[in-house]
Structure formats: C-alpha cells, structure tokens
C-alpha cells in the first residue's frame, strides 16, 4: 500500500512540469444557411437584338384549326338533324294513334230525312255533341232574308252565301256570344231568339239585335239526294 502512495505521489509530480496538450473541440454553428431563391431565367436572356429566334413554321400544321372547327360543327348538325327526325317521327305516331278511327269518323256524319220536315218547320238534332238547327223555309221568309240590306248587319253576309238550297237554312244551335242554345220562331225578327242575354237573330240565322257578335255558324253539310241531307 505504501508502494501505491509513492508511485501515485511520483507521477504527479512528472505531470506538473508538462504541459497539457490542448484537445481540439468542434463547434457546432446553429445559423441556418438559406439557398438562393430559385426563379426562372429566360433562354434569350443576355441576347442582343440581332439574336435569331428559331422559326418552328415548318413544323406547323398546314391545315390548321378550322379543319376541327368544321368537324366539330359537322358533328353538332349531324346530330341536330338526326335528333329533329327523331322527334317527327314520334310526333306522327302519337298523332296517328290520337287521331279518330274510321268508324269514329264515320259517326261524325249525320244523315237527315228532309221529308219529315214540313215547310215552315224546325227541327232540332244533336251532331258531334252540338244543337243543329234545320229550317224548311217558305217563299215568304226566303224573300224577306232577301230583302235586307245585308251590307249594314254586324255581321254583313248575303242569304245566298248562307245556303246551299234557299229552301233548307242548317247552323249550329249555338249562339255566338256565350254558347246558350236560341229558341226558334221567336224575336223581333221572326228567326231566333237567345233567352240568356238577348240576342236577335233573323230568318237566314244573321244577328239583328243584341250582344252576339256574329251570325249563327254553318256546319258543313251536303245534299247527297233530294230529300236527303248530311252534315259532317
């Protein structure tokens, strides 16, 4: 133990007189170095004016846009035309399959024995859900329809214009100003009479008197025989 205490004493003694080689330490910098902003630098920049630009027209299209332009337009027509056939084609066939069958058309017609109708007579029938008047005039009421000065009425219209025969007078029972249904051999004209708002209507069914603005309507109609008439 005493040995130990003496080499220990010894060596401190050496390390006194020698001097302590200095340790290198490296330092650790906490600055953060930024890199240079990056940006984008043109390829002509620090080129004088008389630098020439490379011509690429060689490399362009000879037909240019528009070729598309028409193919494009070409398309959209191509397609608005097929569609508008499309839709006529539907159209028909809706209107074909909405439209009346023969026997429908069929029963639009009415036929009348005119025989059963006396001189001086009304009669009434029903066509297409519609009053149809049917006079057998006289002489008499066939002069007087004659005699008016038909260019003054509200309505002008000469008699002849308004039969086909002067003996048979045909309209719609319905009067023109708001449908009501007139009664027969009844105004001040001797003809038709509206009871809903008075309106006058003459022996050729013309208006005389009263708010309806126009004469009674003439169906169609046709005399296929003598005595025999149809309407429709």
């Known amino acids: ?114 025989a059963a109708i006396p001189q001086g007579k009304n009669m009434l029938i029903k066509w297409r859900g519609k009053p149809v008047f049917i006079r057998h005039r006289t002489q008499a009421e066939i002069d007087e329809a004659n005699s008016v000065d038909w260019e003054k009425l509200r309505d002008p219209q000469k008699d002849e214009d308004r039969t086909k025969n002067p003996e048979w007078l045909v309209m719609l029972g319905v009067c023109t100003h708001l449908g009501c249904v007139p009664i027969g051999e009844a105004g001040e004209y001797g003809g038709w009479f509206c009871p809903c708002h008075g309106s006058h209507y003459d022996i050729s069914g013309r208006i005389r008197k009263g708010p309806a603005p126009y004469n009674l309507e003439i169906p169609s109609y046709d005399f296929p025989e003598e005595n025999s008439l149809i309407i429709g």
């Open 1 to 114: 133990m005493a040995s130990l205490q003496r080499t220990s004493c010894r060596m401190l003694r050496t390390l006194r007189h020698r001097s302590i080689t200095s340790i290198p330490v490296r330092t650790i910098s906490s600055s953060v170095t930024r890199p240079e902003a990056s940006y984008y630098e043109s390829p002509f920049k620090g080129e004088s004016k008389t630098t020439q630009i490379p011509n690429f027209s060689k490399y362009k299209s000879a037909t240019g846009t528009n070729s598309n332009l028409v193919f494009q337009y070409f398309m959209v027509g191509t397609m608005g035309a097929l569609t508008a056939a499309g839709a006529k084609a539907t159209v028909q066939d809706f209107l074909v399959n909405m439209s009346a069958s023969a026997d429908v058309l069929a029963m639009a017609k009415v036929e009348v024995d005119l």
